[in-house]
C-alpha cells in the first residue's frame, strides 16, 4: 500500500476537526507555525494541505 503524502494527512486530518465542530464556523484554525508545530510538518506541506500557495500577512485561515 501506497503511503499517503503528509499534506494529504493535514488537510484531511483538518477537515475531520472541522466536521466534528472542533473549529467551529467563523472560527481561526491555527496558524501556520501552530499547525508546523503540531504536526511536524514544515510550512510548505501546511501551506499545501490548506491549499494555498502564499497567504496575506496577517489574513488567517477562517472556517467558512
Given at each position: 500500500?501506497?503511503?499517503?503524502?503528509?499534506?494529504?494527512?493535514?488537510?484531511?486530518?483538518?477537515?475531520?476537526?472541522?466536521?466534528?465542530?472542533?473549529?467551529?464556523?467563523?472560527?481561526f484554525?491555527?496558524?501556520?507555525?501552530?499547525?508546523?508545530?503540531?504536526?511536524?510538518?514544515?510550512?510548505?506541506?501546511?501551506?499545501?494541505?490548506?491549499?494555498?500557495?502564499r497567504?496575506?500577512?496577517?489574513?488567517?485561515?477562517?472556517?467558512?
Amino acid at each position: 500500500m501506497a503511503k499517503k503524502s503528509l499534506y494529504l494527512k493535514v488537510r484531511d486530518d483538518l477537515a475531520e476537526k472541522i466536521q466534528n465542530k472542533m473549529y467551529k464556523k467563523g472560527e481561526f484554525i491555527p496558524s501556520e507555525s501552530e499547525l508546523e508545530e503540531e504536526y511536524k510538518v514544515s510550512r510548505t506541506t501546511i501551506r499545501t494541505g490548506l491549499s494555498y500557495d502564499r497567504p496575506r500577512k496577517g489574513n488567517p485561515s477562517v472556517v467558512l
